[in-house]
């Protein structure tokens, strides 16, 4: 295993020298990470953005655009051959549809490159052509990223950790009587494995429905092509004395490190330390109507997501010298159409809050970090209603049912956000059971039906200021 780490350490190194001596001579790419939780939004902001980036009559926000020097978007084949495409245009139709409705969600890693045409600006301006810069966006699921924090744990601490988080998460009881009950000193039996493996999947998947972020390993909820084999049949279970060899806690001890070096290490490898700006995308209204317990395992969430990161300057030196560094990270939480505008600045406040721990280690690591609230695609128009003598700032749109169609138009008051983020940080924090002063309803809308004239593309809240902070400065 040293001999693999060093030789991967090497291959990744003699990549980085390639790029940073061959970048200037060759047409510069951004690889731009889109990533985010369970219900964040992912495939809906990639498909927006890109769209919006090749008809741009609503990114003003976008300084190149409006300075008029973006001349030309397209797409073009994206350079992996070995990596599936990010399927745009059937994500895009979904949305678009005369009877629109959300995509399927992101299930494994996929890729996109968008070409953008450039004229430059200042000295160059006269005696140079138009540029070309290449948007390679990078779409993988969040419950993978978690994964990179189990490169550090043994099994032992691992399972410990997740048998502690499961006395406080709905759906954790039974499985932990099953853990208890186990004699793991005994013989493997597959049968037995299976079962504790399934028993442990379901509990994840509850504790994910209840509005919980960190549900690891990730693989178990997006297991793909990995489904069913040994690598993903192992649970947390207590540590006996001294579990002999071939015993079933060995055995899991085992499966846990092949899924560390199998399954984590070579995404890590092959895309993760690849990208160079990132956008972190977050239910943070989910998490708040889930309630403090929920809050509170998404803030520890965020600041642990960034140990993953290694964020840093692109310098060449340091590029030359120490691999590639995430540049920008954005933290953005996603649905700001579930509030009016008059709510916005509280929400991007709450984001803020919830991510300080986080964007605090990236600046100082060198990295630039933001955090607002944005709606990729807007599903929602704004009303503002008399109720019981007072007025209410509400939204309204399409409600979802609960098999996923369309159902009635309705108006919808969510509750009013702190002005002070303390007052729901604070009592997650403490362990509240509930809120105290107010409860924060969501609704599931679908998507709005569009009619966009020529060189529009779909509406959306600050996705314009959501590109200029990852990619403006390279425009």
């Excluded at 006996?240 to 071939?246: E, L, N, Q, S, V």
């Excluded at 919830?354 to 128009?381: K, Y």
Aim: net charge neutral; aromatic share 6%; glycine share 8%.
């Amino acid at each position: 295993m040293v001999i693999g780490n060093i030789a991967d350490t090497l291959t990744r190194g003699v990549e980085n020298v390639a790029d940073t001596l061959t970048s200037p001579f060759t047409e510069p790419v951004i690889r731009l990470g889109v990533t985010g939780l369970s219900r964040a939004g992912k495939t809906v902001f990639i498909t927006s953005l890109v769209a919006n980036l090749m008809d741009r009559g609503r990114m003003p926000q976008l300084v190149a655009e409006a300075e008029g020097r973006i001349l030309a978007a397209y797409l073009q084949p994206q350079p992996d051959d070995t990596m599936p495409r990010f399927d745009y245009e059937t994500h895009l139709a979904a949305l678009t549809a005369s009877a629109p409705h959300w995509p399927d969600s992101t299930r494994a890693v996929s890729q996109l490159r968008l070409s953008l045409k450039i004229r430059p600006t200042g000295l160059l301006a006269g005696i140079s052509g138009a540029r070309k810069l290449h948007l390679d966006i990078v779409d993988y699921p969040g419950e993978w990223l978690l994964d990179l924090g189990l490169m550090d744990k043994s099994y032992a601490d691992w399972a410990e950790d997740a048998l502690t988080r499961m006395q406080h998460r709905p759906g954790g009881t039974q499985y932990l009587e099953m853990a208890r009950a186990e004699d793991s000193t005994q013989g493997l039996d597959e049968v037995r494995a299976k079962a504790l493996a399934s028993a442990f999947t379901k509990a994840l998947q509850t504790a994910r429905a209840a509005g919980f972020s960190d549900c690891t390993p990730g693989r178990f909820l997006l297991p793909g092509e990995k489904e069913g084999s040994p690598v993903l049949t192992f649970a947390p279970l207590p540590k006996p004395a001294d579990p002999p060899r071939k015993s079933l806690w060995r055995e899991m001890e085992r499966r846990f490190e092949a899924y560390k070096s199998q399954i984590v290490k070579p995404f890590f490898r092959d895309h993760f330390s690849r990208i160079d700006r990132q956008v972190v995308l977050v239910d943070a209204l989910g998490a708040i109507h889930a309630g403090p317990a929920a809050m509170e395992d998404l803030r520890r969430t965020m600041a642990d997501i960034l140990t993953a990161f290694r964020p840093g300057g692109n310098a060449f030196l340091s590029s030359l010298l120490r691999g590639k560094r995430v540049e920008k990270i954005l933290f953005a939480a996603t649905k700001a159409d579930h509030l009016h505008h008059s709510q916005h600045a509280r929400l991007t406040a709450i984001m803020e809050a919830l991510t300080r721990e986080a964007r605090d280690r990236a600046r100082f690591a060198g990295a630039e970090t933001g955090a607002m609230s944005i709606a990729a695609l807007r599903a929602t128009v704004e009303e503002t209603l008399p109720h019981d003598g007072r007025r209410l700032d509400c939204v309204r749109g399409t409600l979802l049912t609960d098999d996923g169609t369309r159902g009635r138009e309705a108006a919808f008051y969510p509750g009013e956000l702190p002005q002070d983020p303390a007052r729901l940080l604070g009592p997650a924090r403490e362990g509240a059971e509930n809120w105290l002063d107010n409860d924060y309803a969501i609704m599931r809308f679908a998507p709005a039906a569009l009619s966009l004239k020529p060189g529009e593309g779909p509406p959306h809240i600050r996705l314009d200021r959501a590109a200029q902070f990852l990619i403006g400065d390279r425009l």
